[in-house]
């Protein structure tokens, strides 16, 4: 395990790890965004806000998310504790940024669909960012895989694991699932005619599939029923994805008309 960029290059200053991989990942979508917002001609002087919302819902509810682990309150941290040194959850960040785009455009009276330009942006955020869960958190539960990674003493310590026992890269699947997302968003589905808004739906229910299957060996606590907590949240929020994207599908709302005239900016 690497909890600093320290331990990972051996030298530079101490600067804690997935923090880094965190900020190069939305280095990367914001580069990735701005590629997007040029190509479809959005030129809208109150998309900056929108991104902002995104990332304030996104750093508010990543925290947020994981606060009232316990029934009793009084083994939770206080809210700012929480804030400022809670775990963070992906789906919570996921949701946060949802809401935070959607206040954002209501203060700011934005009326267009924003997730076409979001959603390769996020596939490729996600990516970079699990690189540091990998090299700082519990890989997995023990499987007889060749390609499972054993921890020695130390790392096992640190993430409260089992030494010398193969453990499933549950964060290399992940990563191996957002890069295919994002070269899939990147080089197909932005190029389809999609309806405005739509890819972004169907990348988060891609991973919200994907995410309840490799719940089974993240080696998450279990909370109820056999089920993570991520697992839970999960049993709600996929049937409602899929059921819209059903819906949309029958209604012929997935798919951009053709011959529809739209203007250019409205396919955000």
């Not at 697992?231 to 029958?250: D, G, S």
Request: with cysteine.
């Amino acid at each position: 395990m690497f909890p600093t960029l320290h331990d990972l290059l051996g030298w530079g200053p101490p600067i804690d790890t997935h923090s880094a991989f965190v900020a190069l990942g939305l280095a990367a979508a914001g580069l990735v965004f701005l590629i997007e917002k040029r190509r479809r001609g959005v030129t809208d002087e109150r998309i900056p806000y929108i991104v902002l919302g995104a990332l304030a819902g996104a750093a508010v509810l990543s925290r947020l998310g994981t606060w009232a682990q316990h029934l009793d309150p009084s083994k939770n941290l206080s809210f700012t504790e929480q804030l400022l040194h809670g775990n963070a959850s992906m789906l919570s960040a996921l949701v946060g940024a949802w809401l935070g785009v959607h206040v954002a455009k209501r203060i700011v009276r934005y009326p267009l669909r924003t997730g076409d330009l979001f959603a390769p942006a996020v596939a490729l955020a996600m990516a970079i960012g699990r690189i540091g869960c990998l090299l700082t958190e519990r890989p997995g539960t023990p499987t007889g895989a060749g390609w499972g990674i054993v921890l020695d003493a130390d790392a096992a310590a640190y993430t409260a694991s089992p030494a010398g026992v193969p453990l499933h890269p549950s964060f290399v699947y992940e990563i191996a699932f957002h890069l295919a997302a994002f070269a899939i968003l990147w080089f197909w589905l932005r190029h389809r005619p999609i309806a405005a808004g739509e890819t972004l739906t169907l990348y988060v229910a891609a991973y919200g599939v994907f995410r309840f299957g490799v719940e089974f060996v993240r080696g998450n606590d279990i909370a109820w029923l056999g089920l993570t907590r991520p697992q839970l949240f999960l049993l709600v929020t996929i049937p409602l994805l899929l059921a819209r994207i059903v819906y949309k599908a029958q209604r012929g709302a997935l798919t951009t008309r053709i011959g529809r005239t739209v203007p250019r900016e409205q396919h955000t």
